[in-house]
């Protein structure tokens, strides 16, 4: 049953805010009716704070992470090492790597993984662009930071075939990783590790290829 | 540690999110990027309906419930028996009754409880406005739906005495509703049966007073 608030304006705030993942109708109203009690200022400057970010935030031309410039401040800064390419699935992986500390080269935010189920092929994926980028600068290694799942390991072979003519260097993360865990969710010391202990690409496949 | 998300714009979108109750820093992440993802129009109308709804909601002169107008529209409305009075904690109350279909009378929303321990004195509520609008409307009775929290049964007395000059009859719901649990939660059957079997305020006193 589609409950009625007696406002328009409730009904419909409740109704955007249960668009949001993970937040119910009565999430939704519990959320509107604090913001109701609170000082007009809140509200506005969440609802200002979301449009602005919506329609201002672009993409970096080159990595593909979040950006409000044509270029990410990763991309553009002089003190980044142009030489390491990080591939990882989505920008939330570029701030947990930038969390660790620990990387000091550039990313390339793929914007997914290989996913035959779910309808994700290569194409989707900003796979043709790393390529091309790989061909393009002076790049000596690409490590790949994919989530340790089938489908991440799918995607790093698939990438793995496509970088070979270039004859760029490849790596993985340590797995110190747990297989099955999202980078996420890993703590920083042991993800920071598994970056500096990166292994050549060629050592994590299976024996006898 | 606050991070930093490369821009300005989600951060402070995340910021900004992350003031709700129950949503930390990594849940408004995820609703940040995700909004990122998604249309251009889904932000726009989750933040204008937030700015709308707090900019534009009243609360009802008479029973302080929300509105849109200077009366809500349950006291403006003259299929509602005007005689009969339903208190209540919280505006979220009202539409917790109002979902059971089981009452036809008009509300007072006091705003809380009183509750010495977390500072709410009795002229913190709309107790005054409730008294005075019980000696100067055509009112015959006045249902105390607090929840049977040790608060709501300070308050319901409090009230009762506050009432008892104007003669008006006073009545409590039915326990059905288990002690110690919150009007919200309770499912709308016990609680529309609860309205429709009140009985009178005196009857719920200790013996021997």
Redo the contacts between chains.
Sequence with gaps: ?I?S??????D??V???A????IGRK?A????????RRE?E????????????????RYCRKCH????DDL???CASSRRDAGLVCVVE???D??TI??TREYNGLYHVLGGVISPLDGVSPSDLEIDSLVSRVGSEDIREVILALNPTLEGDTTNFYISRKLEPTGVRLSVLARGISIGNELEFTDELTLGRSIVNRVPFSNTLPPGR
Tied chains: 1, 2.
């Design positions: 049953m409950q608030y007696n406002s328009q304006l409730l419909n705030a109704e955007q805010l668009k949001l993942p993970g999430t109203l519990r959320l509107a009716l604090h913001l109701l007009e809140e509200a506005v400057g969440i609802g200002e704070a979301l449009i602005a970010m919506r329609r201002n935030v992470n979040i950006s409000e990410c401040e990763i989505s920008v939330k570029v701030l930038e969390a």
